[in-house]
Structures are given as C-alpha cells and as structure tokens.
C-alpha cells in the first residue's frame, strides 16, 4: 500500500486560504447584504469545511471506501438537518 505524502507548501498554501476565509468571514459580518447575509457566510464556512476535510484530514488521498463514508457522513447530516427544518417550519401552520 503506496502512501501519499503532501508537500508542506501545501498545507501552508491551505492554512493561507483558511485564514483569508476567516477574514472574508469578519468582514462579510459587517457588511449589510439583508437576506444575503446567511448565505454569504454559509458559502464561506461550507469553502473552509471543504479544505479542512480534504486536506487536514487527509480524505482527499484516501481510499474510495473513506471517500464514500465521508459522503455518506455528510448525506445524512443533509437528512437530519431536512427533519428538523420540515418539523421547524410546520409548526407555525399547526398552531394557526
């Protein structure tokens, strides 16, 4: 079994573009955009979880059966989180 192995720059090059996600973050937070808001930080924090779990976790390089459990983890993370916004957004209805 052959082991990829990544370059420091790499994960530097990584660490660089987390850190200006964190500054886009901070500075998104200032900005007035109304509805854009949530999803402007969303796209920022979704970006920043991506290269986390490429590269700092190493996923990126690992077998298709970890690729497939990570996607799989995130598939049903998609699940739960459609409940609650289904029983979230239903309420208002049954109470009226």
Do not use: C, E
């Amino acid at each position: 079994m052959s082991v990829h192995v990544t370059p420091i720059r790499v994960y530097l090059l990584i660490f660089g573009a987390l850190m200006v996600g964190t500054l886009l973050t901070v500075w998104a937070a200032f900005l007035q955009l109304g509805a854009f808001n949530d999803i402007v930080a969303m796209a920022i924090a979704v970006t920043k979880a991506t290269l986390v779990v490429l590269y700092f976790m190493h996923v990126r390089h690992s077998t298709r059966l970890t690729k497939i459990t990570v996607v799989a983890g995130f598939l049903w993370l998609a699940i739960l989180v459609g409940l609650l916004l289904s029983d979230y957004f239903t309420r208002g209805f049954l109470a009226g």
